[in-house]
């Protein structure tokens, strides 16, 4: 009877223990879903980026798109370097290698199968180079987490933004896309040292219907 009792009581803690995880596991998912988070048109994350980067224009970054319709897809690496007059973005399939350069009114393009073009707009060009669409003025601007350039001025754009709990851009949409971010991490400013670092997206998908472009960023300069 004492081998049976001993044997009972071991159970008995053993089921405790794992009634005892659950709970807590459920305590700490619960959590996790009640971080509480806000909706704002436009707020001090914005107006502190659009600051920070007027004021300092130079800034580079390196990574990956993935380019997707549902159907089939493509993968771009690329490196970017904005400065003051424009930008240069260079990209890079198996297929080839494009170079594109942007400066106020001007949008020239360089590289395989297609030799030399120039548009005032550089999304034609980068559509024929990749034979897909790609946003890439919006683009720039979803990098660092903000809307589009226009979006803040124009009363059609149908702005939403969304905030995490921790006060980090989650969401945004605007016209026809959806931009999620689920992944960030401080980067420093050259000038300014650990005083000067700044959030930065290391992840996010740009979507609009079935067409999705996810985006992996590699490194950041600032």
């Known amino acids: 009877m004492d081998v049976i009792s001993a044997a009972s009581r071991r159970n008995a803690v053993w089921q405790l223990l794992r009634i005892s995880l659950v709970v807590i596991t459920l ?3 619960a959590g996790c879903r009640g971080v509480p988070e806000r ?3 436009q707020g001090s994350w914005l107006s502190e980026r659009q600051q920070y980067f007027a004021a300092q224009p130079d800034w580079s970054s390196r990574g990956r798109l993935a380019i997707s319709d ?7 690496n690329f490196d970017l370097i904005h400065h003051q007059r424009g ?9 080839g290698r494009w170079t ?5 009114g001007l949008a020239t393009l360089e590289g395989t199968r297609i030799g030399r073009m120039v548009d005032t707009d550089p999304e034609p060009l980068v559509s024929a180079a990749l034979e897909w669409p790609v946003p890439v003025t919006q683009l720039l601007d979803w990098l660092r987490a903000l809307p589009g350039a226009d979006s803040a001025t124009r009363a059609d754009s149908g702005l939403r933004i969304q905030m995490a709990g921790d006060g980090s851009l989650k969401r945004l949409q605007q016209q026809d896309w959806t931009v999620d971010y689920t992944s960030y991490e401080l980067v ?3 000038e300014g040292g650990d005083a000067g670092e700044l959030l930065m997206p290391t992840r996010l998908e740009a979507s609009s219907g079935k067409y999705r472009i996810r985006t992996l960023i590699s490194e950041w300069r600032l």
């Open 27 to 29: 305590l700490w998912l």
């Open 39 to 41: 909706s704002a048109q």
């Open 188 to 190: 420093a400013d050259s």
């Open 70 to 76: 549902g159907y089939k897809g493509l993968s771009v």
């Open 100 to 104: 594109l350069q942007v400066r106020p």
């Open 87 to 95: 930008y240069e973005l260079v990209m890079r399939t198996t297929g």
